[in-house]
């Protein structure tokens, strides 16, 4: 039976590298957020759901979506980021349950699902095992000022629209804290696979 290792933690965290290391090694990758971005192309199911229910303002000219717009109401608005998230986590969550049936001939499987908690996934069961990938709150604000040009304040704001990192630790049956190297982050994955291998 295939493992599906679900890979979550924060945001700038450090997932693209974990989701890297996986690939490198031939191990298939089921990209929520990929998966995400694809359904908010035009005519897809979440830019409907979002046209309908957030408004034609929230488009660019071209009908794509204005992602820094809605991005700005979205984070500083608690209600409107949990209406965006009952519309368009259930279609995600159909179109990643599609992608992980497609690699059911393999040993393991990763399904990198950034609000792996936050939309309930740990209750559908869907993965074998969960990984949470840590790193302190002020090594986080930097990488992600850098990551997205962003300022401390708005940072800030992003993170804290997430479950706080030290509470999905404590769900997660795996933690890896990515405090140094990238080396040193891959290799503690490896450690990590080695464990997945032997238990299965």
Known sequence: MTYVLALTGGIATGKSTADQFFKNKNIPVVDCDQIAHDLMKPKNASW????????????????????????????????ALNKLNQLTHPLIFDKT???????????????????????????KKIANGVLVITLPEATQINRLKQR??????????????QMPLNK???????????????????NKLEQLLIKIKEEG
């Open 97 to 123: 349950i599609q992608k992980i049936k497609m690699y059911q001939d393999g040993d393991i499987v990763i399904l990198d699902a950034p609000v792996y908690f936050e939309s309930n996934l740990d209750k």
């Open 48 to 79: 409907q759901a979002i046209k309908d229910n957030f408004g034609t303002e929230y488009l660019n000219s071209d009908q794509t979506i204005n992602r820094k717009k809605l991005g700005q109401l979205v984070f500083s608005d608690p209600t």
């Open 148 to 161: 997205n040009n962003l300022t401390d304040e708005e940072a800030k704001m992003r993170i804290k629209s």
């Open 168 to 186: 999905k630790a404590q769900m997660a049956d795996f933690v890896i804290a990515n405090t140094g190297t990238i080396e040193e982050l891959e």
